[in-house]
């Protein structure tokens, strides 16, 4: 990205904004994990998306008459002290170069009780947490319906850096293949996704991996990863590399030892035979309300073929969890609308699942689907999932 990109989204929201109205965006400060030390800071991503910068505190206000907007970006002020134990502060001229803001001024020449007492509208990115709201954060309005409006729908740019960060997940994926046997520990595949994504450029994880073999896959959020690898049992990975702010969402269920047991392939293929049919509904104009109704179908279906369902049983037992999610910055991106309905540019997931708590086994398959006017694009269609292909790789 470079300076046109958040200029162009900065003009896109002042084109938003209603005259005679203020819009204050904030970085974030860093959040105290002992007396000595800070956890990882990571910018707000629609700070980020505005401004290019990741540095903590930052706070963009853009203030729109209706005459004329103005742009300001407030960053810390230089402070020798402090920059020899934690390394130099952005200067007003890289600010600028990055954001493409001429109007850079110090976090000291803030002074939001003068926008307080103007007469303008004052909306405030309320996405940022609670605990790091400014007091006056309650009198404002609310910026995220016009955030979440702009972020939906990706620019070519913003794709082709999921594209990478897709491509960078897939190398871990490939990479546990080689490890998913039995005896291995759930975290130490988990230590590998993430040395393998680093090592290949990403930024990190988009979040917590999941490596929940046998009882544990169905536990949707399951993060303990502390379990040993048994004969016979599969291992539902869900993890993703996170490259320059952007976020790969995948889910890919391996059997342990490289061979998928009877009633593991027959649970699997019912997923997968599923998925397929559930990605073709993705089209322009489709809402996912209408897909996550069709999923629940479709997954009944399919899983009463297996044979493995519990009699008296209803999809209810099996899938509890929704079909899919806006991708972007956020892993679940800002729009959580189930109503939502498919634009050419938006980037969702398209995950069914079929969970048997009572039979210690579960399987979700996750790509990343682009929506465009020809039809759903599966921009994760380059990692393997059919069985014949994840076993091979795994011989």
Request: aromatic fraction near 8%; include cysteine; charge should be negative.
């Amino acid at each position: 990205m470079n300076h046109t990109f958040y200029e162009k989204k900065r003009m896109a929201l002042e084109n938003m904004l209603p005259d005679n109205s203020i819009a204050i965006i904030m970085a974030g400060k860093e959040v105290a994990s002992s007396l000595d030390d800070n956890y990882p800071f990571y910018a707000n991503n629609n700070y980020f998306y505005l401004t290019g910068i990741r540095e903590p505190e930052g706070v963009l206000v853009i203030e729109k008459s209706d005459i004329e907007t103005t742009e300001v970006l407030y960053i810390r002020r230089s402070d020798d002290d402090r920059e020899k134990w934690i390394g130099r502060y952005m200067t007003a001229e890289k600010a600028a170069e990055i954001s493409g803001i001429t109007n850079i001024r110090y976090l000291d020449q803030f002074a939001p009780e003068l926008l307080l007492a103007s007469s303008h509208t004052l909306f405030f990115d309320q996405t940022i947490p609670d605990h790091q709201k400014p007091d006056y954060a309650n009198a404002c309005d609310d910026l995220k319906p016009f955030l979440v409006r702009l972020r939906l729908i990706k620019e070519p740019e913003e794709i082709e850096l999921m594209q990478n960060a897709i491509s960078i997940t897939a190398k871990g994926i490939d990479a546990l293949c080689d490890i998913t046997v039995p005896g291995a520990k759930e975290y130490e595949l988990a230590a590998l996704f993430e040395y393998i994504i680093k090592d290949s450029g990403a930024d990190g994880t988009a979040f917590a991996t999941i490596a929940a073999s046998g009882k544990n896959a169905p536990i949707l959020h399951y993060v303990e990863n502390s379990d040993t690898l048994l004969e016979d049992t599969m291992v539902l990975f869900d993890l993703g590399a996170k490259y320059q702010g952007y976020a790969a969402d995948i889910s890919r269920t391996l059997p342990a030892g490289g061979k998928f047991s009877e009633d593991g392939a027959k649970l699997y293929n019912a997923v997968l035979t599923a998925q397929e049919k559930i990605m073709d509904a993705y089209r322009v104009g489709a809402s996912m309300n209408d897909i996550q109704g069709f999923s629940r179908d479709v997954l009944w279906e399919e899983g009463l073929k297996t044979g493995l369902f519990a009699e008296q049983s209803s999809i209810d037992d099996y899938y509890y969890h929704g079909i899919g999610h806006s991708l972007g910055m956020d892993t679940h991106d800002l729009c959580v609308d189930r109503n939502l309905t498919l634009e050419p540019g938006m980037v969702v997931t398209c995950e069914p699942g079929l969970y048997l708590a009572h039979r210690d086994m579960g399987v979700r398959i996750e790509d990343d689907i682009l929506i465009t006017e020809d039809g759903p694009v599966n921009l994760s269609d380059m990692i393997p999932k059919t069985i014949k292909d994840i076993e091979a790789r795994m011989r």
